[in-house]
C-alpha cells in the first residue's frame, strides 16, 4: 500500500511510529500524513538514497527499506 500527503487512519499511525524509530520523525503520532510525516519520508528516502518512490510518498521502495532496517536486515 502507498501512502502520501492527506492519507488518514492505522497505516498512517504505523508508519509514525517506523519513522520515530528511525529517528527521522518527531511530530504526535495521530494517523495523519501531514507536512511533518511527508518531511520525514523524504529525510528517511534522502538518507537512504531511495529512489524507486516519488520523494515524499511512502511507496513500495521506502516501505522496504524501513521494514528492512528494523528488522535487521
Known sequence: ???S???EGP???DLQWRLRAAWVYFGPVDGR???KVREAVREFQRWRSIQGDPLGVYG???RAALEGEQSGN
Do not use: F, W
Request: charged share 20%.
Open 60 to 62: 513500495p521502495s521506502t
Open 5 to 7: 500527503y492527506g492519507d
Open 1 to 3: 500500500m502507498t501512502l
Open 33 to 35: 500524513y501531514g507536512n
Open 11 to 13: 497505516e498512517v499511525e
